[in-house]
């Protein structure tokens, strides 16, 4: 559930930085009380996320307008659908159009997405995972998404999980010293998580402890083998332009989860248009 009090603030910033001193177009062209009608038509086949964002957007605009929507988050759209409909002060609704579209757009693209990957992968038991790599001020939305179409979700912040990347590796000394500096100073209920490239960095990790290894960028016979030594000694991560990659075949070498920061940071927004009636 996405937080109301924290989503009425994104609103609030995100119109403000639209609207700046008005919406100077619609103010000169448009009569002020002039009504309109209008349909939210989904110009391509997707899946839809976003729906309550969008009628919040509208809502603090003008509590007046009316925004029906006819498709849950969630679920499948194919193109030509109306998704939903809206009725109001013709102002306000062309006021709240833009950052209505682009929260149902961006959050529906990532849905699609990520769908599309979860299906790849389907035959295999493996969990596919979002990143860090979202755009500022809207993780929560973005991976409120992903789980929308069918993924999980990583780390929210930088305290959620303890991951030892290469950076932290190098300025710690080595993976073992790194393990062992998080086993004294991070509560016991905290995963620590370590980045390894080579087979002789999984060896590392394993006699140090990790619960969770990740495998990044490794070619896919590396990264079989690797699953393999590590068994069921830690679970598996596999990182590092997963977008670009057979998946199915990433899947085949065992890995528990499949981690993909292109889910969010490089998603192409679900072609969705208004038209007034």
Do not use: W
Request: negative net charge; proline residues 2%.
């Amino acid at each position: 559930m996405i937080d109301q009090k924290q989503l009425l603030k994104t609103i609030e910033t995100a119109l403000a930085e639209d609207i700046c001193t008005g919406d100077i177009t619609t103010q000169t062209t448009v009569p002020e009380n002039m009504m309109i009608s209008g349909s939210f038509i989904a110009k391509a086949a997707g899946v839809i996320c976003g729906m309550d964002m969008s009628k919040a957007v509208f809502a603090y605009v003008d509590a007046k307008v009316v925004f029906n929507s006819f498709f849950n988050d969630g679920d499948t759209v194919s193109k030509g659908d109306v998704i939903a409909r809206i009725e109001g002060r013709a102002a306000s609704v062309l006021t709240g159009e833009r950052l209505a579209l682009n929260f149902l757009q961006r959050l529906s693209g990532i849905a699609t997405k990520t769908r599309e990957t979860v299906e790849k992968v389907s035959a295999f038991p493996v969990k596919i995972l979002d990143t860090r790599k979202t755009t500022p001020g809207l993780r929560i939305y973005e991976k409120y998404a992903v789980r929308t179409g069918g993924g999980f979700n990583h780390r929210f912040t930088l305290s959620d999980g303890i991951l030892i990347k290469d950076n932290h590796i190098k300025a710690a000394g080595g993976i073992q010293s790194a393990v062992q500096a998080a086993r004294r100073f991070a509560p016991h209920t905290l995963k620590i998580e370590v980045e390894v490239e080579t087979l002789g960095q999984v060896d590392e990790a394993l006699a140090a402890g990790a619960d969770i290894i990740m495998l990044d960028n490794m070619d896919l016979n590396t990264m079989a083998h690797a699953v393999a030594r590590i068994g069921k000694r830690a679970l598996t991560e596999a990182s590092g332009n997963m977008d670009q990659k057979d998946l199915e075949m990433v899947a085949a070498t065992g890995v528990d989860f499949i981690s993909i920061g292109a889910l969010t940071n490089a998603v192409i927004p679900l072609d969705i248009s208004l038209k007034f009636d």
